[in-house]
Structures are given as C-alpha cells and as structure tokens.
Antibody, heavy 118, light 110 residues
Framework: EVQLVESGGGLVKPGGSLRLSCAAS????????MNWVRQAPGGGLKWVSS????????HYADSVKGRFTISRDNAKNSLYLQMNSLRAEDTAVYYC???????????WGQGTLVTVSS | QSVLTQPPSVSAAPGQKVTISCSGT????????VSWYQQLPGTAPKLLIY???KRPSGIPDRFSGSKSGTSATLGITGLQTGDEADYYC???????????FGGGTKLTVL
C-alpha cells in the first residue's frame, strides 16, 4: 500500500520560514515526479511545485517562485519543501502528491496545515 | 482565478445523473490528458478519472470522463448521498510549465 505522510506544518509569523517533509512508502520513490499541492481554507487545489525523479527538472508556481525550494532524497524516500519569506496568503493545507508521466496525481498524502499569522 | 474553469456547484436528486464541465485552452486541456479528483469533506483529494476517461481500480463505473478539444466533462450516474463532495479537474499546462486545476465544483445530492 502506498503511503505519503507529510509533516512540519505549524504556525509561523509573516516573513518566517518552515520546512515541510513528506515520507513515502510502498512505491519506487525515485521513479516518481513528486509535487506539493496546497489548499487555502475554504479554497480550491493549487499546484505549488514539482520535482522529477532525479531532481533534474524542477518547476514552481509563480506565487512561490524565489521563496520556496523543493528537494528530495531518494535514499530516504523523502520529499521536502523549504518555505521562506512566508506570507499570510501561504496559509493552507499542503499536500504531497505523486505525478505520473501522463500528468495525473495518483497518490496523495493527508496534508499538513501551515498557518502564517502574527 | 483558476486556469481551468468549472461551475461552482451542481445538484441533482438521488439516482439521477449529473455532469461537471471543465474548460481550458490549447496549452493545457487541448494538448494534455485530463484527470478528475473527488474530495470528501475534511479529507485529501482522491483520483477519480485519469487519462481523460480511465478509472482507477475501485472506482465504480458510475463515474465517467470525456474530453473534446479544450473541454472535459465528468459524469456521475445513479447519484448517491455519499457522492456529495467537491470535484476538481486537473492537467498540466505546457506554456506555464505548471500543474493546473479547476476551481472545484461542489456536488449536492438533494
């Protein structure tokens, strides 16, 4: 059974930093394009960032470019999101999700809540 | 403002059929596969349809997907109260080099 388990969320002040982690099991992690998708309270799904299996291709949404950094450690089956210069509008549940070659998100974690507030 | 356009809400009676539309452009739906996700209240999204019209194992055939040009449609027949959820379409946008979703459609089974 595939499991994606996020951690690292919490309350942080505007301008602060946070690092999210996603531990994967039950899949050949290095074969998957991994992503972060977020959902603001009462809002819809918004794609945040994507990283290819060997970290050769990385993409970011314009709203987080220059502030967030996605990375992965295939030896640890783990995905990360370093979030700097956080803003109130970054408040959301952050999901870790795997992406297939035909661009669908097949597995999702349960999400971790990030709240940016003073 | 979402890149893909969905109706905010749809409703129908138990046992009836409903369709949810998803409109995009040539840089996303027009040249990439579309997927659909179901999000029950308080839970993570779940894959419902992939590659325009395929169902993952365990998804009943009451759920169907189709695509034509720059639009896609999710169909649900034999509606049940348990189908009440938010539904999202998604794909990749080749011009933006970004994943994109619709704004979501809330299904109410009256």
């Amino acid at each position: 059974e595939v499991q994606l388990v996020e951690s690292g969320g919490g309350l942080v002040k505007p301008g602060g930093s946070l690092r999210l982690s996603c531990a994967a099991s039950g899949l050949t992690f290095s074969n998957y394009i991994m992503n972060w998708v977020r959902q603001a309270p009462g809002g819809g799904l918004k794609w945040v960032s994507s990283i290819s299996g060997k970290s050769g291709y990385i993409h970011y949404a314009d709203s987080v470019k220059g502030r967030f950094t996605i990375s992965r450690d295939n030896a640890k089956n783990s995905l990360y999101l370093q979030m700097n210069s956080l803003r109130a509008e970054d408040t959301a549940v952050y999901y870790c999700a795997s992406l297939t070659v035909t661009n669908y998100f097949d597995y999702w974690g349960q999400g971790t809540l990030v709240t940016v507030s003073s | 403002q979402s890149v893909l356009t969905q109706p905010p809400s749809v409703s129908a009676a138990p046992g009836q059929k409903v369709t949810i539309s998803c409109s995009g452009t040539s840089s996303n739906i027009g040249n990439n596969y579309v997927s659909w996700y179901q999000q029950l209240p308080g839970t993570a999204p779940k894959l419902l349809i992939y590659d325009n019209n395929k169902r993952p194992s365990g998804i009943p055939d009451r759920f169907s997907g189709s695509k034509s040009g720059t639009s896609a449609t999710l169909g649900i027949t034999g509606l049940q109260t348990g189908d009440e959820a938010d539904y999202y379409c998604g794909t990749w946008d080749s011009s933006l080099s970004a994943g994109v979703f619709g704004g979501g459609t809330k299904l109410t089974v009256l």
